[in-house]
């Protein structure tokens, strides 16, 4: 049994190092065809290969075909292991550098003996790289960059990272009954994007401790033990810290205390163990202070001026309505249309727009005229069969001259439009924020995707100025988009208040590229709520006929009503 996602990696994986070893390149061609074959198909791929039908799929070639059958079946793959053969494990790293193909990582390893990014860091140090030929002193600079960003990510973990590492703790902790209760504190309670560690508050009577000390010695190594504080650096993927409590009010102070940023506590005035009680709201209004969300305890809460936007989110996963902005195989998604619609309407979503990449994002398979027809088309009919309210969006590019991917008679076909810059990162500040606010200010424009550009852990924003693009989604009645994919979780939570402050609405999406994609949405409510942003607020949280007002607040759309 393998998963789809598997198979994608390993033949990439397979391309990648026929290509470091300078195979012949039509082998290398069809491995990266036979990659991306698998990423579209739409069965599942252990059924294909029980069946053997996977041999006729074009594409799939005898070799190929063999691959995928030993990996599904053994969950390994001799050709990889073959073509890893008397390479340091090490090397695997440098193909995490952008800009260091499988090619150029092949001069380094042959010519220079570069086996690691240690090793290519300190040849960078060296100026070694400036005599390999296709290397120069820009791209010494850039790999450099590359190499400290990778270093400082190293003790970072995404959002849905982190929650598996503390799902692990969870499971060990509900198994022992000598734990009274316990809670995530720290970054976990606080909502962050990435992770630095674990945090847990634990109520144990005080003549148990020992026990506890005990069985949790059996399942993990417990590296520091100073008094009521346990550390361990090698339980999960994350440092992880404990505190060990054995009153309600103690449990209580230490989760207030361990919540907030250290600039929240000191600028609401918190000093230790002064205000005990056994609720947080208590704990505030002793110090005459509003209640705070824990979510929101962070420094960025005192820059809001508006009262109003301080108190907590409503917001909850059951309140989003639309399922908007999500991919599929017509362009670069990995399900069709309506698999996509089926799973969501299972999960509660009331109605849907789907937001294929437009024709300029060739890479993602963007729509050309035609196949947007096409897949009007299916729309219509699934629409006609199922009483669907199934929109059609796209996710348009926002070319660098801040035009959006279609001409206006195009565009005005389409019942929703969500714009995205995909490209030409490296403009400078000014331009990049007069391109990003001209796509604002087009009428078709509905919600700004993925505002920022960043991708967590893996490249900085772009350059643009975001209070000047707020302004414009603020005077323009577009709605900013949370991406709820833990890689972007973009609008960052920081500027939501801003945002929020000159009457911005939002649309949480999960991008989902997949069934499995669709549940990702979580994360941008977590991110949402950091920000205290309310159900109002959101379009997805519109009821259908809202909803459609919304779409045509500045431009006619064709729109069905369900009714
Ligand atoms: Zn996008
Ligand atoms: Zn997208």
Same mark, same amino acid.
């Given at each position: 049994?393998?998963?789809?996602?598997? !198979?994608?990696?390993?033949? +990439?994986?397979?391309? +990648?190092?026929?290509?470091?070893?300078?195979?012949?390149?039509?082998?290398?061609?069809?491995?990266?065809?036979?990659?991306?074959?698998?990423?579209?198909?739409?069965?599942?791929?252990?059924?294909?290969?029980?069946? &053997?039908?996977?041999?006729?799929?074009?594409?799939? &070639?005898?070799?190929?075909?063999?691959?995928?059958?030993?990996?599904?079946?053994?969950?390994?793959?001799?050709?990889?292991?073959?073509?890893?053969?008397?390479?340091?494990?090490?090397?695997?790293?440098?193909?995490?550098?952008?800009?260091?193909?499988?090619?150029?990582?092949?001069?380094?390893?042959?010519?220079?003996?570069?086996?690691?990014?240690?090793?290519?860091?300190?040849?960078?140090?060296?100026?070694?790289?400036?005599?390999?030929?296709?290397?120069?002193?820009? !791209?010494?600079?850039? !790999?450099?960059?590359?190499?400290?960003?990778?270093?400082?990510? @190293?003790?970072?973990?995404?959002?849905?990272?982190?929650?598996?590492?503390?799902?692990?703790?969870?499971?060990?902790?509900?198994?022992? *009954?000598?734990?009274?209760?316990?809670?995530?504190?720290?970054?976990?309670? @606080?909502?962050?994007?990435?992770?630095?560690?674990?945090?847990?508050?634990?109520?144990?009577?005080?003549?148990?401790?020992?026990?506890?000390?005990?069985?949790?010695?059996?399942?993990?190594?417990?590296?520091?033990?100073?008094?009521?504080?346990?550390?361990?650096?090698?339980?999960?993927?994350? *440092?992880?810290?404990?505190?060990?409590?054995?009153?309600?009010?103690?449990?209580?102070?230490?989760?207030?205390?361990?919540?907030?940023?250290?600039?929240?506590?000191?600028?609401?005035?918190?000093?230790?163990?002064?205000?005990?009680?056994?609720?947080?709201?208590?704990?505030?209004?002793?110090?005459?202070?509003?209640?705070?969300?824990?979510?929101?305890?962070?420094?960025?809460?005192?820059?809001?001026?508006?009262?109003?936007?301080?108190?907590?989110? +409503?917001?909850?996963?059951?309140?989003?309505?639309?399922?908007?902005?999500?991919?599929?195989?017509?362009?670069?998604?990995?399900?069709?249309?309506?698999?996509?619609?089926?799973?969501?309407?299972?999960?509660?979503?009331?109605?849907?727009?789907?937001?294929?990449?437009?024709?300029?994002?060739?890479?993602?398979?963007?729509?050309?005229?035609?196949?947007?027809?096409?897949? @009007?088309?299916?729309?219509?009919?699934?629409?006609?069969?199922?009483?669907?309210?199934?929109?059609?969006?796209?996710?348009?590019?926002?070319?660098?001259? &801040?035009?959006?991917?279609?001409?206006?008679?195009?565009?005005?076909?389409?019942?929703?439009?969500?714009?995205?810059?995909?490209?030409?990162?490296?403009?400078?500040? /000014?331009?990049?924020?007069?391109?990003?606010?001209?796509? !604002?200010?087009?009428?078709?424009?509905?919600?700004?995707?993925? *505002?920022?550009?960043?991708?967590?852990?893996?490249?900085?924003?772009?350059?643009?100025?975001?209070?000047?693009?707020?302004?414009?989604?603020?005077?323009?009645?577009?709605?900013? /988009?949370?991406?709820?994919? *833990?890689?972007?979780?973009?609008?960052?939570?920081?500027?939501?208040?801003?945002?929020?402050?000159?009457?911005?609405?939002?649309?949480?999406?999960?991008?989902?590229?997949?069934?499995?994609?669709?549940?990702?949405?979580?994360?941008?409510?977590?991110?949402? @709520?950091?920000?205290?942003?309310?159900?109002?607020?959101?379009?997805?949280?519109? +009821?259908?006929?809202?909803?459609?007002?919304?779409?045509?607040?500045?431009?006619?759309?064709?729109?069905?009503?369900?009714?």
């Amino acid at each position: 049994m393998a998963e789809k996602k598997e !198979i994608v990696n390993l033949l +990439d994986e397979i391309a +990648d190092f026929l290509e470091f070893r300078s195979e012949n390149p039509f082998k290398i061609s069809a491995f990266r065809n036979g990659s991306n074959t698998i990423r579209k198909l739409n069965d599942d791929i252990n059924e294909l290969v029980n069946s &053997g039908e996977l041999k006729k799929v074009k594409g799939i &070639g005898k070799g190929i075909y063999a691959v995928i059958e030993e990996y599904c079946s053994h969950g390994f793959s001799t050709a990889l292991d073959e073509l890893k053969k008397d390479i340091p494990d090490s090397l695997a790293e440098l193909f995490q550098i952008r800009g260091l193909g499988p090619k150029k990582i092949s001069l380094l390893f042959n010519q220079e003996k570069i086996k690691s990014i240690d090793d290519l860091k300190t040849a960078c140090n060296e100026n070694k790289l400036l005599s390999v030929k296709g290397f120069g002193e820009k !791209i010494q600079q850039k !790999i450099l960059e590359e190499i400290g960003q990778i270093e400082e990510n @190293r003790n970072y973990l995404l959002i849905h990272f982190a929650e598996r590492e503390s799902g692990k703790i969870k499971i060990l902790f509900d198994e022992l *009954p000598v734990i009274k209760k316990y809670e995530f504190t720290g970054e976990i309670r @606080r909502t962050k994007e990435v992770y630095s560690s674990l945090e847990v508050v634990i109520l144990v009577e005080s003549d148990k401790v020992d026990e506890l000390l005990s069985s949790l010695k059996e399942k993990i190594a417990l590296d520091v033990i100073s008094g009521e504080i346990l550390k361990s650096d090698t339980a999960v993927k994350l *440092p992880l810290t404990i505190y060990l409590v054995h009153s309600e009010n103690d449990f209580t102070a230490r989760l207030f205390e361990t919540t907030g940023s250290e600039e929240f506590l000191t600028k609401l005035g918190y000093a230790s163990n002064k205000f005990r009680s056994d609720n947080e709201e208590e704990i505030f209004s002793k110090m005459n202070a509003q209640f705070t969300a824990p979510e929101m305890r962070e420094k960025d809460f005192f820059s809001i001026s508006n009262k109003e936007l301080q108190i907590p989110s +409503d917001l909850t996963n059951e309140q989003l309505k639309g399922f908007l902005h999500f991919h599929t195989t017509y362009s670069d998604g990995l399900n069709s249309v309506e698999e996509m619609v089926s799973s969501a309407i299972k999960l509660g979503y009331d109605y849907f727009a789907v937001c294929d990449h437009s024709k300029t994002a060739a890479y993602a398979n963007g729509l050309s005229e035609h196949r947007i027809l096409k897949q @009007r088309g299916e729309i219509v009919d699934i629409n006609s069969r199922t009483r669907w309210r199934l929109l059609q969006g796209i996710e348009s590019d926002i070319l660098t001259n &801040g035009e959006l991917d279609y001409p206006e008679e195009v565009l005005q076909e389409f019942q929703f439009v969500v714009a995205s810059v995909h490209s030409n990162f490296s403009l400078s500040e /000014e331009e990049m924020t007069r391109r990003i606010v001209k796509a !604002i200010e087009n009428p078709f424009t509905d919600v700004l995707g993925h *505002p920022t550009g960043r991708l967590l852990l893996h490249r900085a924003p772009y350059k643009h100025n975001i209070k000047k693009i707020i302004d414009a989604c603020s005077r323009n009645q577009v709605a900013l /988009e949370i991406n709820a994919h *833990p890689n972007r979780l973009d609008l960052d939570w920081r500027n939501i208040f801003y945002a929020r402050e000159q009457g911005c609405l939002f649309s949480i999406n999960a991008d989902a590229h997949s069934l499995d994609n669709i549940l990702l949405t979580k994360y941008g409510v977590a991110i949402a @709520r950091k920000g205290g942003i309310q159900t109002k607020e959101v379009i997805n949280c519109f +009821d259908y006929k809202t909803f459609v007002k919304f779409l045509n607040r500045k431009v006619t759309r064709k729109v069905e009503r369900y009714e």
